[in-house]
């Protein structure tokens, strides 16, 4: 076998693999590379797709794989309905991140919805995802109500107040340009430009790989909201598989939001149960988010 290191692309025995390790724990994720059929350099990172063998086509940022065609519509199933289920009457959203446009496509199922800003750093992940990655991006051209925003997105945030009904942070892990969005100040600016009824959902990493990670976001979103709920997702592409999401409301509660709020007529993934069973965490990381 001819190794030359397990992180980004590895030829292993004449083939190319593409590895994610978390080496502080051991461990690596790596899928087998059919091709690489798109890779440049944009401003702020590398973007890529590839082809893999088991797992379809892949967004990856940096070397790191963000999203698959066989599982991207976990994440973004469950980034979106929770939140959107919860709030009585969502009209205005704010995504920020989210540019393989996956979490867009889901938010505007809801009627309600009238206006959607995709703030997103990078617009070259939107282009690449649009034309390489339809099944997660969908085809063709956008619903008219996403407004697509090209600006950082902790900036764009900071110059709103009361605007939004639902802010959700799709953003990818805490390095490079998205770490500013796993920081006090920034969740500071998400709860002013709320309305007073508002409510965000932020993903807040692997509880098996990063469970410090998923903490301090807990214990800054419940310096600020009256209420805070973490819930979980299995999402086979990311290290551990499973995945989970803390969602942070001025004043509803999915525990008591009615599950039939949920538009999950064509869903592959959530549906009204897992609504409701989502927020049932096991025993290891509710003590550990309680106490740390």
Known sequence: MKQTGWKGYVDWNGEMWLADSEEKDGFSSIWKVKQVLHKEQSEFQEVSVIETVGFGRAL?????????????????????????????????????????????????????????????IDPK?????????????????PDPRIRFVYDDGAAFIRSHKEEYDVIIVDSSDPVGPAAVLFE?????DVYTALKPDGLMVCQSESPVFYPHVLKRVRDTLQSMYPVVRTYLATVPTYPGGIWSFTLASKQADPLQSPPDRLRDEDTKYVNRDIFRSCFVLPNDVRKFVQTG
Do not use: W
């Open 60 to 120: 990856v940022l940096d070397g790191i794989i963000q999203t698959t065609e066989r599982d991207a519509y976990i994440y973004n199933e469950m980034i979106t309905h929770v939140p959107l289920a919860t709030h009585p009457q969502p009209k205005t959203v704010c995504i920020i991140g989210g540019g393989d446009c996956g979490a867009a496509r889901e938010v505007v199922k809801y009627p309600t919805v009238e206006r959607v800003d995709m703030v997103e």
């Open 184 to 188: 006090e100040p920034f969740y500071r």
């Open 125 to 141: 992940v939107v282009e690449v995802s649009r034309k390489y990655l339809p099944a997660v991006a969908g085809e063709g051209e």
